[in-house]
């Protein structure tokens, strides 16, 4: 058992400790550890954040070795105890588990006095003061020495130490203090979600155990005596549309809570539907339409799509299929979405955001689960034979358009540009790009060669609709001319000014304020064109789809096959199959090196590459269904050339 203690103890550690090293330490580099702190009343110096990601990998996996060992004690020991001690026990390792993850709660936010990790940076007008003296290396005067005595004494006193300057004015760019709040809050965070998985895990073996079994099985006998007496507000349909209806729920739930209580309701009300249509003397069709009518009528915004949350899933940089598919535990989103904002600081920025972001969710999430709800009972009715036209459903689209609906939407708000900068904003772009391209293809296998054309001459029209398809009205021209560039780098330049100002966030860019309308100025110009360019490729796209456009000598089954061009996904899991990453000259080399010269052999944007070369470290449990699909296409390919 001394694995759970070591385990148990490991959460409720002060790793900060292992972050600073004292001023008069051996080991002191000013070079590199410039970062003075005042922490627990004595002076040090912060690690460098090099060494403190190096460090905190060695914890989490020291963590992770020890979670799975615990829980193999903790079998062991289960089997060895009688019954009724068996819960005890649990109980006793869950509480103390939980006493750490309080403990860690507090540690997320280091700016808080309750977290372990807080700790006050010398970023104040003395040792600026200090700074501009001995920058000057002139120390002759009488005055000027005794004001820096007076300042050394100030600030070795007993005093604490208090940030003078306002924060817009710090020693530190404001980028500094984000990426170290974000890299010292990283590990009790990581921490907190291993130690509350060792909670759930525990939880499950106690539902295991006899005593639990005796009691559910208790509960279920009791709740098979008053099922006759139920009355209808205790189905699921009216939990469904009570979740749905009630706006307020997030002050008692998340966003991801209520999705998951909805993907629930909605098994459960399918198994109760088909309970009820089995009942003698019901009309089915008008039980249904009862049914459809009672979701209709609630207060849930019915125009609530994915236009919604785009903006959040682009700033995440997270598609809804990882939503939906619980795919967000390694991105950012997840302390947003899967995080009550109660737990929050009050009147801060993160708490406002959060709340805005789970407000969005939320409101999809309903408008979601409702239309799957309503089509469920649609697709539940008896077709009756009628010459009435008039009385027949309207026809479902016989198409998709979902990725074109986002596609048009990306290409047509230059103003995405205020919110994130011009690099984050046209990845978005390209990021449906390969999305869209499949939906075409699998439209154009469902409705076969005789509406071919008219879909393909919908889905060019709804795309030239949008702002900036005309290519004799957007152009980059007078930037390339101001950075000697050529236009064939595009959107990879090699000039590193240009570089600068794409990837530079108008909002809250706060280095010089004038820069504001430059900013924004370059970075519309080359949304616009970046918009042109990627509009007019896939109406040329939907134009080749055209059957006019084809060769007679080709039949249509080759040409969608030799069209159908690899994503960023399939392309690196082809490159992996074919043992790219495992050559030597790969094999040792970041990512980012790998992601450089891959981004220039498939012609593909270097940060999708990354992300795709990170998906082949990731275990099958952590990646979507829409990835293994993509590996059996792959399978697929090496499969045939045998």
């Not at 507090?106 to 001995?134: G, M």
């Not at 159908?564 to 790969?586: E, M, P, R």
């Amino acid at each position: 058992m001394q694995n759970v203690t070591n385990f148990i103890n490991l959460l409720g550690e002060n790793y900060y400790l292992d972050f600073i090293i004292q001023p008069y330490a051996e080991e002191v580099d000013y070079e590199k550890h410039f970062v003075l702190v005042h922490y627990q009343d004595k002076k040090y110096y912060e690690q460098t954040h090099e060494y403190i990601q190096v460090r905190q990998n060695e914890i989490i996996n020291d963590a992770k070795s020890l979670f799975q060992k615990s829980i193999s004690d903790i079998y062991l020991e289960v089997s060895k105890r009688k019954n009724e001690e068996i819960e005890k026990y649990l109980n006793f390792n869950i509480q103390a588990a939980k006493v750490k993850l309080n403990i860690l709660k507090n540690d997320f936010y280091v700016e808080n006095d309750k977290s372990r990790y807080c700790a006050i940076l010398y970023d104040d007008a003395d040792t600026q003061t200090l700074e501009t003296f001995f920058s000057k290396r002139d120390y002759s005067s009488t005055t000027t020495n005794i004001e820096i005595k007076s300042i050394i004494q100030k600030l070795n006193s007993d005093d604490n130490p208090k940030n003078l300057l306002p924060f817009n004015t710090s020693d530190y760019f404001l980028e500094f203090h984000i990426q170290r709040f974000k890299l010292l809050s990283f590990l009790p965070f990581k921490l907190f979600h291993i130690g509350h998985r060792f909670v759930f895990e525990l939880e499950k073996i106690k539902e295991l155990s006899p005593v639990s079994k005796l009691k559910k099985a208790k509960l279920k006998v009791e709740q098979s005596q008053s099922v006759n007496t139920m009355n209808k507000k205790d189905t699921y349909f009216d939990k469904f549309c009570e979740l749905i209806d009630d706006y307020t729920i997030l002050k008692k739930s998340t966003a991801i809570g209520v999705m998951v209580d909805l993907e629930d309701c909605i098994k459960r009300i399918k198994s109760e539907t088909l309970l009820e249509l089995q009942e003698k003397g019901i009309n089915r069709n008008d039980h249904l339409d009862f049914k459809i009518n009672e979701i209709e009528k609630l207060e849930y915004i019915k125009n609530a799509d994915i236009s919604f949350i785009q903006k959040w899933l682009n700033e995440y940089k997270i598609s809804i299929e990882d939503i939906f598919s619980r795919n967000y535990n390694n991105s950012d989103i997840e302390a947003v979405i899967a995080r009550h904002y109660n737990d929050m600081d009050n009147f801060t920025a993160e708490k406002d955001k959060a709340l805005q972001v789970q407000t969005d969710f939320y409101y999809y999430f309903c408008k979601h689960y409702a239309d799957e709800l309503i089509a469920y009972f649609n697709s539940k009715k008896e077709n009756k034979e009628t010459s009435i036209s008039t009385k027949q459903p309207l026809p479902m689209k016989p198409f998709k358009d979902e990725y074109l609906i986002i596609f048009c939407k990306e290409i047509s708000d230059e103003r995405a540009v205020k919110e994130c900068c011009f690099d984050l904003v046209y990845e978005g772009i390209v990021h449906y790009v390969p999305y869209l391209e499949t939906e075409i293809i699998e439209n154009l296998l469902l409705l076969g060669n005789d509406k071919r054309d008219d879909y393909l001459n919908f889905a060019i029209d709804k795309i030239k609709k949008t702002p900036f398809v005309d290519k004799e009205k957007f152009n980059i021209d007078k930037w390339l001319k101001k950075y000697n560039v050529s236009i064939n780098e595009f959107p990879n330049f090699s000039n590193e000014e240009l570089k600068h100002w794409l990837n530079r966030y108008y909002n809250g860019y706060s280095e010089t304020p004038n820069d504001l309308n430059f900013i924004l100025d370059i970075q519309i110009d080359f949304y616009c064109y970046a918009a042109m360019i990627e509009a007019n490729k896939m109406i040329d796209f939907l134009e080749s789809k055209k059957i006019n456009a084809t060769s007679n000598s080709i039949d249509n089954t080759t040409e969608t096959e030799n069209t159908n061009q690899l994503t960023v996904n399939q392309s690196i899991i082809l490159l992996d199959k074919l043992g790219v990453f495992s050559a030597d000259t790969f094999e040792n080399k970041p990512n980012t090196k790998k992601a450089k010269l891959i981004s220039q052999l498939l012609g593909k944007n270097e940060k999708n590459v990354k992300t795709a070369i990170e998906k082949l470290e990731l275990k099958k449990s952590e990646l979507g269904a829409g990835y293994q699909r993509d590996i059996d296409k792959i399978e697929r390919i090496l499969n045939n050339l045998e």
